[in-house]
């Protein structure tokens, strides 16, 4: 068999999501630059946008079909989906460095004693074979890793590689029911969140720190938020004074970030807070002081005062919207 | 009731990275270790197990690492673990190299519970437990925020997108702790001088190949600072204007 690409798709409540299209592009770019024949696969009960990944580039795509695979299992999961590649003898696997690629990943690269780069952010297919760029040090540096296995397990960091569409096209889809055996682990709830998006996903963040001096004063934040459809973000200190939830920490001990947009209110920028938003394409700092660190990476900066900025910059973009 | 813990040597999260002269490490000139902040959640939920167990119950803490590392064993020491164990290994590992380490060493034992940080905030990749959990046959949750134990089922609450997975598992597990978790406690001066007189166990760490290298490390293109568009509110309407016009993300 001609060496291969299986490109691993996630759904959410059945339907596949935005880092599953970027994962289908980049498996259809790595394919074509490696030469590569290519497979996707998404697991799943009812999945019903599958069809969408037609207009990526993918040609044909293999359903797992389970009731008991509806919600996500590790154990489950995992199974299933090493049992497919080692079917077609996959080379390389491609999953998104969601939380649910991230847990996956690495069980699928013990069972086919793989090598396993995570949370890629940058592929080169130059050498005649993948070098990924990813961050370590919560991005302080960057490391080029290869692989030394014959099977190669990758995982991409979402909002970073471009899901490109192709023409129109229907891919064939593939559904296989299966009964899956090992379901050791396996999700029985699901608690959503009150803030309606993940600091992990947005492609604007407002951020909030210590200048914020009080938790109700965080409003201010949440109105920015929501006019742009933002996601509200935090710093370290206000997290750790128990102002704001862990899952809004961005940084070293929270999350590496990469949106479009990222608005730092109030926060200095401590060295572990960088690391976490520098990738941001674009960085807006508002701090009553001039001197503060978060300016040093700032785009656009505004020297003054939370409290009568925001308000201000709530208010204009209002008008716009 | 058997726990481990297994925890690793990491510079401080307040380091300036600058990059070795092998081009692919870290330069450590100067640089302060400290243990893994999520092992310190680890280490604490351990404890806590403990403690709600009964005094029968031990802890041991393993690391795979230099000498150094034995630094790390004992701040989990005077925490209050029992006894620790160093898989000796002066050679960076990938995830699969250290969780071979890891597995080959638990193997030998007969625990009910492995307790990891969910990543370690070097390397960050976060594959440590899954892998561990994979070669030792154990059910695994990781990014853990909840934890309650019920007879021998484990209900984790994971941190996802968006809200928290439920999930539900069995023992033996291996459970990957994320920050808040718990709060862990700091070592008494007791703890510290107990920690003293615990034993450290060293022994090679099991021999396994990398499954990946490393050919280049660098630090990311130093941002050129940008412009301070002004000192108060009569500043935002221009703001506006260039995150429209010219960077165009709103």
């Given at each position: 068999m001609a060496k291969n690409i299986l490109a691993i798709l996630e759904q959410r409540e059945g339907k596949l999501k935005k880092p599953s299209f970027e994962t289908a592009s980049t498996a259809v770019r790595l394919a074509s630059e490696l030469n590569l024949e290519i497979e996707a696969i998404a697991v799943g009960n009812e999945i019903t946008n599958l069809v969408e990944i037609g207009d990526y580039g993918i040609k044909k795509i293999t359903?797992?079909?389970?009731?008991?695979?509806?919600?996500?299992?590790?154990?489950?999961?995992?199974?299933?989906?090493?049992?497919?590649?080692?079917?077609?003898?996959?080379?390389?696997?491609?999953?998104?460095?969601?939380?649910?690629?991230?847990?996956?990943a690495p069980y699928i690269a013990a069972k086919l004693n793989a090598g396993l780069i995570m949370d890629a952010i940058n592929t080169d297919s130059s050498p005649g074979e993948i070098i990924a760029t990813r961050p370590v040090y919560a991005g302080k540096a960057l490391v080029d890793v290869k692989f030394m296995t014959d099977k190669k397990v990758l995982t991409i960091r979402p909002n970073v590689?471009?899901?490109?569409?192709?023409?129109?096209?229907?891919?064939?889809?593939?559904?296989?029911?299966?009964?899956?055996?090992?379901?050791?682990?396996?999700?029985?709830?699901?608690?959503?969140?009150?803030?309606?998006?993940?600091?992990?996903?947005?492609?604007?963040?407002?951020?909030?720190?210590?200048?914020?001096?009080?938790?109700?004063?965080?409003?201010?934040?949440?109105?920015?938020?929501e006019v742009l459809g933002a996601a509200v973000g935090a710093s370290r200190a206000v997290v750790d004074a128990g102002w704001r939830p862990h899952r809004e920490q961005v940084g070293q001990t929270g999350k590496t970030v990469s949106p479009s947009l990222y608005i730092a209110c109030g926060i200095s920028g401590a060295i572990q807070h960088l690391a976490g938003m520098s990738s941001a394409k674009y960085i807006v700092a508002i701090n009553k002081d001039k001197d503060a660190p978060i300016f040093n990476v700032a785009d656009y900066g505004i020297a003054g005062d939370v409290f009568e900025v925001l308000p201000v910059l709530t208010e204009e973009i209002k008008k716009i919207k | 009731m058997n726990i481990v813990v297994c925890v690793s040597h990491v510079p401080d999260t307040?380091?300036?990275?600058?990059?070795?002269?092998?081009?692919?490490?870290?330069?450590?000139?100067?640089?302060?270790?400290?243990?893994?902040?999520?092992?310190?959640?680890?280490?604490?939920?351990?404890?806590?197990?403990?403690?709600?167990?009964?005094?029968?119950?031990k802890i041991t803490v393993i690391s795979v690492g230099s000498d150094n590392s034995k630094e790390t064993i004992r701040k989990a020491l005077a925490m209050g673990v029992d006894d620790g164990i160093l898989l000796k290994d002066d050679n960076p590992r990938d995830s699969m190299g250290i969780a071979k380490a890891l597995s080959e060493?638990?193997?030998?034992?007969?625990?009910?519970?492995?307790?990891?940080?969910?990543?370690?905030?070097?390397?960050?990749?976060?594959?440590?437990?899954?892998?561990?959990a994979e070669l030792i046959g154990y059910s695994c949750a990781t990014v853990v925020v909840d934890l309650k134990l019920n007879g021998n089922k484990v209900i984790a609450e994971r941190e996802v997108e968006g809200g928290r997975e439920v999930v539900e598992l069995e023992l033996p597990a291996v459970i990957g702790a994320q920050k808040g978790l718990n709060e862990p406690r700091y070592a008494s001066l007791k703890g510290i001088m107990s920690a003293k007189k615990k034993t450290i166990e060293e022994k090679p760490a099991a021999q396994a190949d990398n499954f990946t290298e490393i050919i280049k490390m660098q630090t990311p293109a130093a941002?050129?600072?940008?412009?301070?568009?002004?000192t108060d509110a009569s500043a935002v309407p221009e703001l506006v204007r260039l995150l429209r016009e010219e960077a165009k993300v709103i």
């Open positions: 359903h797992l079909k389970s009731d008991k695979l509806g919600n996500y299992s590790s154990s489950g999961y995992s199974e299933v989906l090493a049992n497919f590649a080692k079917e077609i003898d996959a080379e390389y696997l491609l999953i998104a460095n969601t939380a649910l690629g991230k847990d996956l590689f471009k899901a490109v569409t192709k023409d129109k096209n229907e891919p064939e889809i593939i559904v296989k029911e299966i009964e899956p055996t090992n379901l050791k682990s396996k999700v029985i709830d699901f608690k959503k969140s009150e803030s309606k998006l993940d600091v992990a996903e947005a492609d604007i963040i407002v951020s909030g720190g210590r200048g914020l001096k009080s938790p109700e004063n965080f409003k201010l934040i949440e109105d920015l938020a | 307040a380091t300036k990275v600058k990059i070795g002269d092998d081009n692919k490490t870290i330069n450590q000139a100067g640089v302060t270790y400290i243990i893994n902040p999520y092992d310190e959640f680890a280490v604490e939920e351990a404890l806590k197990w403990k403690e709600k167990a009964g005094e029968d119950s060493e638990i193997k030998s034992h007969k625990f009910d519970v492995v307790f990891c940080g969910k990543q370690s905030v070097d390397y960050d990749a976060g594959a440590v437990p899954q892998i561990l941002k050129q600072p940008g412009r301070i568009l002004g």
